[in-house]
Each structure stands twice: as C-alpha cells, then as structure tokens.
C-alpha cells in the first residue's frame, strides 16, 4: 500500500513556463514533507520541504504547497528551465523519521 | 571525503551469490540510509541506522538481507543468495541528524547498480 503517491510518472513543459508536480499522501501522521530532486546515474538531491504547521514553503524559482485537509502537496517550479529536467521524488517522514518516498515523476523541459 | 559514496558502481551477479555493497556516509553524520530503487519504482526504504540506537529494519524484504554498520561510521549492505528481483539501483544517503531540521538534509550516494543474472 504506496502511501506517498505521484500518480504523474511524467510531464513535459515549455521552457519558461510553470511546472507544476503533485503528491498525494495517504497517512495522516506525516508531519514534514520533502522534494528531491534526481539526474540519470546521480543519487537524489534535496530541493526543499515543508512542515505540516505551514501551507507554503519558497526558495527562489521553487515552491512548495501543502493541502493537509487534501492530503496533497505540490512542487512549482516558476520559470522551469533546461536543467530542470530530471525525476523528482516527492517524501514524507513518519514520527519515527523513516522517510517514504513516491514513485517519482519524470519532468522534462522542452525548447 | 565531500559526499556520500557507495562502492561498487555497478555489479553483476550470477543467481544464488552473496554480494556486498558498501556506504561510506559523510563524516560526522549520524544517520544512514539504505534504500533501493526497482525499474520504475520510487524509492524503497530498507534499513535506517540513527546513532547508537538499534536500527530500523523494517524495510527489509526478507532474511536474505543484513546491513550493519560499523564504528558508526562506515555501512555494508548484504544480499545472500541473491534473486532476480534483487537487481536495482541501492541508494545509502545519510544526514546529520533528523531531517526535519532545515540543517541536517538527508544526502545521497550516487548508488550502486546491482544486475542478478
């Protein structure tokens, strides 16, 4: 049972554009939530994260939106360029800070 | 060294071996992950060493798997009698402590690939 699910496997934007990734979650008892961010033959990366006391978390072109009545959350990527391309993994961590990953989405930037 | 790093890169295996995959996680840090990822799967949790607290093994999917860690520093990762199922990329990341301090963000290795034939 896939508690953390990113039922996009991927999506393709314009260069400039806005990316817009989802996630949805199945336990109520997450309470932080991260982004990371991963390249063909590279070990993920963290983006950012958000805890579950916040709705909105931004780090420069990335934001990070939490619904908790939703059980959703968001990546937005405003303006998306070439290097964003790559799979990006959304987590979540239970009380006992095991991480739970999704899925996974394939974002790719097109020209 | 600056990163996590995993060895080796890739290996191939034959149906029924014993492999061991290594994790050398960045200096100081407490915590350490092991996590593998199947073609077309997300990432999947296998073992969590925080510290010197009994680790977390309940990700693991059968008694073929061990991971110790030793000096709490550097860890291995033991596949017995390895399956078929068992080829995929294995993830070590490790962080400072828990990850929900903005400060202590979890890093990953750049994983070993293993291939059972």
């Known amino acids: 049972d896939q508690q953390v699910k990113q039922n996009s496997p991927s999506l393709s934007v314009q260069e400039g554009r806005i990316s817009i990734l989802n996630c949805d979650y199945t336990n109520s008892m997450f309470d932080y939530f991260l982004w990371y961010k991963k390249y063909p033959a590279e070990g993920p990366t963290f983006l950012i994260s958000?805890?579950?006391?916040?709705d909105k978390n931004e780090d420069g072109r990335f934001t990070v939106f939490l619904n908790k009545s939703a059980k959703h959350l968001s990546l937005h990527i405003v303006p998306s360029q070439p290097g964003d391309s790559a799979v990006y993994f959304c987590a979540a961590i239970y009380r006992d800070d095991k991480i739970i990953f999704g899925k996974g989405t394939r974002l790719h930037i097109l020209p | 060294g600056a990163g996590v790093s995993q060895s080796p890169s890739n290996k191939v295996t034959e149906k029924g071996k014993d492999v061991e995959l290594r994790c050398d996680p960045i200096?100081?840090?407490?915590?350490l992950y092991w996590y593998r990822q199947s073609l077309g799967q997300g990432l999947e949790f296998l073992i969590y060493f925080q510290g010197n607290s009994a680790p977390d093994k309940s990700g693991l999917p059968s008694d073929r798997f061990s991971a110790e860690r030793t000096g709490g520093s550097v860890s291995t990762l033991t596949i017995q009698r390895t399956q078929q199922e068992d080829s995929a990329v294995y993830l070590c990341a490790s962080s400072g402590g828990q990850v929900r301090r903005s400060t202590d963000t979890q890093y990953f290795g750049p994983g070993t690939r293993l291939t059972v034939l």
């Open positions: 958000i805890s579950s006391i916040k």
């Open positions: 200096s100081g840090h407490t915590a």
